[in-house]
């Protein structure tokens, strides 16, 4: 049997990270992780039967709380079978080639946001900020043309390995450490 593991993401997130550390500790289980973007994906399949664990985050030590995290757990019923923490560091991706002139928007999720909001203030002051579903597909749309060549996306490394795109500044949220806890959720027993 693989243990199905979902997790609020796309290829590239963080929660995507997330679910290999989980998989990681479970090294002698046949796993595959299902990037299934918001958290009320998650929780939805997992009450379904159509995964097997489900992983998000739902707090950020800059950020604060995930809220769609905490609207979606107050629709669903699962247990808390572990929680822990990823450091996150977060990068200004572009297209190849794209200078920081060029860029008139910031797209990411909302906690990225919050989570590099001095960072912005100070370094992007005019640039308009466009609040995404996640981090990585941001990324990936700013890769694939569906945001135009003047938006910069907020993601992790892994989504401009991924995707294919130019890491313009490394590590620009505002703390050093910043951590953000992760669910691991199942059903009810």
């Not at 981090?135 to 390995?161: C, H």
Request: aromatic share 6%.
């Amino acid at each position: 049997m693989t243990l199905k593991i979902g997790v609020m993401g796309m290829r590239g997130s963080f929660s995507e990270m997330a679910g290999e550390r989980y998989r990681a500790k479970r090294a002698d289980v046949s796993s595959e992780i299902i990037p299934l973007v918001t958290a009320e994906n998650v929780l939805t399949a997992l009450e379904k039967g159509e995964i097997d664990r489900g992983i998000f985050p739902i707090e950020n030590s800059n950020g604060g709380i995930v809220i769609e995290a905490v609207h979606a757990m107050a629709k669903h019923r699962f247990e808390i079978e572990e929680m822990f923490e990823l450091d996150v560091h977060h990068m200004l991706l572009v297209k190849p080639g794209v200078t920081a002139s060029r860029i008139t928007t910031i797209a990411s999720h909302d906690q990225a946001l919050k989570q590099c909001r001095m960072y912005l203030k100070r370094t992007w002051p005019e640039a308009e900020l466009m609040p995404y579903a996640d981090t990585a597909k941001a990324a990936a749309d700013v890769a694939n043309g569906t945001l135009p060549d003047t938006v910069a996306a907020i993601a992790p490394r892994s989504a401009a390995e991924l995707y294919g795109l130019q890491i313009l500044e490394e590590s620009i949220q505002d703390l050093k450490f910043n951590y953000t806890v992760f669910v691991v959720a199942s059903t009810l027993r």
